[in-house]
């Protein structure tokens, strides 16, 4: 009976490890759920954020464009003929609008928004308005180019 005893509690001890365990195992593997879920809806925020840095660059090279369009016209005015400022200004100008609309199509047809983001997406309801304007700005500026 004593050898019995001794083996009884090593066995609910035993049986008590492997409970503990196995509640250890199931919040570990919960905890890789969660884990992997939230990579993954980080994973989805970097692509969007991804795709609002590469609106931003279209931007920033349509508004370049634009500026050198008004600076090749004003420096070339005095050393070739006027021709040759007004239709590398009228390029500059054109592809400045190509980068605008190419823009707001990039970004609208870009990557669908997370479906629980961490972030604030750029409103679509700001974009093309946006662009618009700055799409008659440079318009404004091919007739400027053209008329001076």
Known sequence: ???AEPKSRQ???QTAALKQTAHDIQ???AELADAADRRTILATDRTYLASERTYAAWMRTALAALASAVGARALMRDILPGWAGKLSGSALVIFAIFCLVAAVWRQLQGVSPPPH?????IPNTLLIPTNVVLGLVAIIVLVGIWAA
């Open 117 to 121: 983001p961490d972030i604030q997406p």
């Open 11 to 13: 066995s609910r001890q």
């Open 27 to 29: 919040h570990s593997t």
């Open 1 to 3: 009976m004593d050898d």
